[in-house]
């Protein structure tokens, strides 16, 4: 199966919201206007990303709730590590 460039351009601006990459957000709004999504369309991607960020967030700061109240430490067992550093 393969998405239409409308439908390409919407989950990408749902994604470029989700994770704060404003070049990325930048440049996908001018690619969706160019194939015809309209600014309705993007303003209602937009919140999709918003919404998918917050729940995110949401959990994360749960979970550093939880391991403050606790005190634990979690080990990250994988080698090559998250691609923080």
């Given at each position: 199966m393969t998405f239409d460039k409308r439908t390409v351009e919407l989950i990408?601006?749902?994604?470029?919201?989700?994770v704060n990459c404003q070049p990325c957000l930048q440049f996908h709004i001018?690619?969706?206007l160019k194939v015809g999504v309209a600014e309705s369309e993007i303003k209602e991607a937009i919140?999709?990303?918003?919404?998918?960020?917050?729940?995110?967030?949401y959990k994360m700061d749960q979970l550093v709730s939880k391991l403050m109240e606790d005190e634990q430490i979690i080990s990250h067992r994988d080698d090559e590590g998250c691609g923080c550093r």
């Amino acid at each position: 199966m393969t998405f239409d460039k409308r439908t390409v351009e919407l989950i990408a601006l749902g994604a470029s919201v989700a994770v704060n990459c404003q070049p990325c957000l930048q440049f996908h709004i001018n690619e969706a206007l160019k194939v015809g999504v309209a600014e309705s369309e993007i303003k209602e991607a937009i919140q999709v990303g918003k919404t998918v960020r917050k729940g995110a967030a949401y959990k994360m700061d749960q979970l550093v709730s939880k391991l403050m109240e606790d005190e634990q430490i979690i080990s990250h067992r994988d080698d090559e590590g998250c691609g923080c550093r």
